[in-house]
C-alpha cells in the first residue's frame, strides 16, 4: 500500500493524541524555577559558612548529588516525563545524563557497563564544550596579538 504524503500526515493526526503545549511549558517552567530555587536556597545556606565561590561550588556538588540521589531509584525520571526541558536545562539534568546510563548498564560490569556507557550522553556534549572552548581561546588569543 503506497500512500502520498498527505494521507499519510491525516493518518498520523488521527493517530496522535494532541499535545496539551501550554500545560507542558507551564509544568517545564515551575518545575525548572522549583530546582533553581532549590539551588539559590543551598547557596544561601552555604554563605552562611563560607564565601560565594565556596558556596557557588557546594551548591552544584549538592544539585548533582542530590540529581544522582533522585536517579537512582528512577524519580528523576518519572519528574522528567512530566515536567520535560524543566529538568534537562539546570544541572540536575546534566548530572541525570551522565547517571542513568551506568546504571542501565551496571549488570554488564564496572569497566564494560559503567565505565564504557557512562558517557553515552554527555560525552559528546563535554567534547564538543571543551573543543568549542579550545578553538574560541585560540581566536581570542589571535585577537588579542593582532588587534
Known amino acids: ?14 493517530a496522535s493524541p494532541p499535545s496539551p503545549v501550554v500545560q507542558d511549558c507551564l509544568w517545564a517552567f515551575f518545575v525548572g524555577g522549583a530546582i ?11 554563605l552562611l559558612w563560607y564565601d560565594k565561590t565556596m558556596a557557588g561550588t557546594l551548591t552544584s556538588i549538592a544539585l548533582i548529588f542530590l540529581s544522582a540521589l533522585a536517579t537512582l531509584p528512577g524519580w528523576y525520571q518519572k519528574l522528567a516525563a512530566k515536567a520535560g526541558a524543566g529538568t534537562l536545562v539546570p544541572i540536575t539534568g546534566f548530572a541525570n545524563s551522565v547517571i542513568s546510563p551506568a546504571i542501565e548498564f551496571k549488570a554488564e560490569g564496572w569497566v564494560t557497563g559503567v565505565g564504557a556507557k557512562i558517557f553515552t550522553i554527555a560525552g559528546p556534549v563535554i567534547a564538543f564544550g571543551t573543543l568549542a572552548s579550545f578553538v574560541w581561546g585560540v581566536m581570542y588569543w589571535l585577537v588579542g596579538k593582532v588587534g
Not at 503506497?2 to 493526526?13: A, F, G, H, N, Q
Not at 533553581?36 to 547557596?43: D, I, P, Q, W, Y
Request: contains cysteine.
Open 1 to 14: 500500500m503506497k500512500l502520498d504524503p498527505k494521507e499519510y500526515d491525516k493518518m498520523v493526526r488521527r
Open 36 to 46: 533553581c530555587l532549590l539551588g539559590e536556597a543551598l547557596r544561601q545556606l552555604f
